[in-house]
């Protein structure tokens, strides 16, 4: 089946607070998603917004804020909610996708209660709220592994603060390690195409199911994609291009035949050997293994290393 050029499709991608907010190369999130964007022809532009700088949501297809110590978090907090807080809402309520990594996703709730200091007010994006539980109480610190969507998402977390969720859903259920609050078992959450998460590492390369997750949803609603199945959205193990509803016996879809923003967008498969061996990997020294050969098995159809 010959596969629609994606070659002139663009993405911009908003960087919030790379200066601040950038713990364990919480960047890596973002030459991933740049390199896996490119693979496929799609160009992803990317745009620093630092302390100060306003948020235009048309601007973006999508956002991404990184984690930070509690210093770094006091003036970023002030900044995005008197800079930045109307339009991240705007873009969240639009189904704009955000990934918001630790100290960015407590900053996206109600508010952190840091270990000394006064709390930091949050977006309130999502319902739940942080508490450190002060200088003395051990941190939430190591490898990481949580079940997502019939899948594992695999990172590191080191936070000092615990969230605790309101009627926020959470991103997945921890398999291994501390999570949201090292006591419900939950990890993250999700408003809309929003997405908050304690684990660092960076996420996305040892991800690349969530990252092509991310790709999707803004290729979705940019390029307003209306066929997909939702159930179907959320990194299950089918290719991409068969999860983006082309029928590999309908005759090929040309670009000619479909109005420009009706195209439908078959997000190429890659070759994941190596993100999904670093994967597998990980979950084998969590001491997953059933999950680490699930992992492998599902995205590479071949024996576990
Ligand atoms: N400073 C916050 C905490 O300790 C967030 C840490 C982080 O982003 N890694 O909980």
């Not at 999130?29 to 992803?44: S, W």
């Not at 999570?179 to 078992?185: L, P, Y």
């Not at 991409?240 to 195209?263: C, F, I, M, W, Y």
């Amino acid at each position: 089946m010959k596969e629609i050029a994606t070659s002139r499709l663009t993405l911009t991608l908003g960087h919030l607070y790379p200066d601040q907010l950038n713990l364990y190369g919480d960047r890596g999130n973002i030459l991933t998603l740049r390199q896996r964007c490119q693979r496929r022809g799609i160009e992803l532009r990317v745009v620093g917004l630092g302390i100060g700088d306003a948020l235009a949501p048309d601007e973006y297809d999508m956002l991404f804020i990184g984690g930070g110590q509690d210093k770094e978090q006091v003036p970023v907090a002030q900044d995005v909610f008197e800079m930045k807080g109307i339009g991240l809402w705007a873009a969240i309520e639009d189904d704009m996708p955000v990934l918001a990594v630790c100290g960015g996703y407590q900053l996206l709730a109600h508010y952190y209660r840091p270990a000394s200091g006064p709390d930091m007010r949050g977006l309130g994006v999502f319902d739940a709220w942080t508490i450190h539980k002060g200088p003395r109480a051990p941190r939430c610190i190591g490898n990481v592994a949580i079940r997502w969507n019939g899948s594992t998402l695999v990172g590191f977390e080191n936070h000092g603060g615990r969230t605790y969720l309101g009627t926020a859903k959470p991103l997945g259920k921890v398999l291994k390690g501390y999570g949201n609050n090292a006591e419900d078992r939950t990890e993250g959450a999700v408003y809309r195409n929003a997405y908050g998460t304690y684990l660092h590492g960076s996420l996305l390369p040892k991800n690349p199911h969530f990252a092509d997750h991310l790709i999707e949803l803004a290729l979705r609603r940019t390029y307003r994609i209306s066929d997909l199945p939702s159930e179907e959205r959320n990194g299950s193990t089918q290719s991409s291009s068969k999860r983006l509803g082309v029928n590999e016996d309908e005759p090929a879809v040309t670009e000619q035949s479909q109005p420009e923003h009706q195209q439908e967008v078959p997000l190429q498969r890659l070759d994941d050997r190596l993100e999904w061996e670093a994967h597998a990997s990980l979950l084998e020294r969590m001491g997953l293994y059933t999950e680490a050969v699930a992992a492998w098995r599902a995205h590479n159809r071949e024996e576990p290393l």
